[in-house]
């Protein structure tokens, strides 16, 4: 499980352009890694649209975002032309990707039954590569307020 003043690890993950994105894309700046269970549900459509709504503010602090959950690139797509997203998504498809090397994917249970699943978590990464900051199992009323705070505090 990643913890603070870890290095992020370097796995590639697919943009819904076809293009790809890792940590490497990073180096020398800070930014925000935001992991969330499902395109164009309740919560997570609306964390993306608060992430995208503040986009402006994180980059005038220096700070880039990344969204990233285990659906695939097209279904990125998607989601994002149906809310009109500026954040930009990544999908972490792989069975031993980002999201496992993290600790953020899960066994969760739901109406009695296991199954795994995204933990909604964020993290803050320095210019450094290293984690500053990490929120787990967000709440995403007043959450991205909450890491533009921090963003702006590095």
Known sequence: ???IGDSIPDIALARPDGSSV???DYAG???VLYF???DDTSGCTREAQEFSAQLADFEGAGVSVLGVSKDPPKKHQKFIEKYG???PLASDAEAD???EAMGVWVE??????KYMGMDRSTFLIGKDGKVVRIWRKVKVPGHVDEVLAAAQAL
Do not use: I
């Not at 969760?108 to 039954?113: I, L, Q, R, V």
């Open 36 to 38: 969330y269970p499902k």
């Open 108 to 113: 969760k249970s739901m109406y009695g039954k």
């Open 29 to 31: 700046k800070a930014w």
């Open 22 to 24: 890792s940590a490497a």
């Open 97 to 99: 990707g980002l999201a």
């Open 85 to 87: 997203l500026t954040v």
């Open 1 to 3: 499980m990643t913890d």
